[in-house]
């Protein structure tokens, strides 16, 4: 543990002097500042529920965090496989396992930050009514989950290559389509059968493993056990990835 707690206050290190990871803090406010702006446009106007607008706000930060997560990430390990850091990380006592999760607890710990800016955005909807401080919450511990998913992605697709932009891209674009894809999984058939007696569900598939679907109950108020595996099974899957990825490369 104390060799992961290394890499990881050597990676925190590292981004808090990257002018990337600057960027990524500035794009992060620009999006969440223009989410924010058609729910703030509404909890002004008289009557409105401050707690409906925040959760359309939450729900919708998604969209802000599928983009700049890879871009925080894409770095990680191809930057280590250009310098040639890698080699020297080889030959230390310090194993895979502990280099995927030092490398992931530190970009955590720098997401954190990234969360921890949205707090004004909520004490500007303090100030203007009441919302459910158990909303809040749930809100906040779905956006951790959530970001837990989003940086294994991104360390996957960055153990994969040593070029940061492909790992970005890569990243983005399956990101997005985990998040996007719920906006159209109401148009899709129920199902598909194509032989009698043979069913293949096609919309309950595609819903459950879109991000969407999940994130919206924590942005609800409702904090649920399978909401809950599904971000730490995905996060776990992807990391367990890219062990997979850098012991396959050891041995080339």
């Known amino acids: 543990m104390g060799r992961i707690l290394v890499i990881a206050r050597r990676e925190v290190s590292s981004l808090f002097v990257s002018p990337i990871a600057y960027v990524v803090l500035f794009l992060f406010m620009i ?14 106007q008289p009557g409105e529920f401050v707690d409906v607008s925040f959760r359309q706000f939450s729900n919708f930060s998604r969209f802000a965090l599928f983009f700049v997560v890879p871009m925080l990430t894409m770095s ?53 009514g009441r919302p459910d401080l158990g909303q809040v919450i749930s809100t ?5 989950l959530m970001g837990c998913m989003f940086v294994a992605c991104g360390l996957f ?5 040593r070029e940061p932009i492909v790992a970005a891209l890569s990243a983005v674009i399956t990101l997005g389509v985990l998040t996007i894809t719920d906006i159209f999984a109401t148009s899709l058939p129920r199902e598909w ?18 991000v969407g679907s999940h994130f919206g109950d924590f942005t609800r108020g409702s904090v649920e056990l399978g909401n809950i595996m599904y971000f730490a099974g995905c996060a776990a899957l992807f990391l367990f990835w890219t062990y997979i990825v850098l012991e396959s490369k050891r041995w080339r």
């Open 140 to 144: 906040y511990l779905g956006m951790i």
């Open 31 to 44: 999006f969440m500042g223009i989410l924010f702006v058609v729910p703030a446009l509404r909890i002004f």
């Open 193 to 210: 059968v194509p032989f009698k007696n043979f069913h293949i569900p096609i919309r309950p598939v595609v819903e459950y493993l879109t």
């Open 76 to 128: 990680i390990f191809a930057d280590e496989y250009r310098s040639g850091r890698i080699e020297m990380l080889r030959t230390s006592p310090v194993t895979e396992f502990q280099l995927v999760m030092g490398k992931f607890f530190g970009v955590m710990a720098f997401y954190l930050s990234l969360l921890a800016s949205t707090v004004l955005f909520y004490i500007i909807f303090l100030l203007n």
């Open 157 to 161: 697709f960055s153990s994969c290559t």
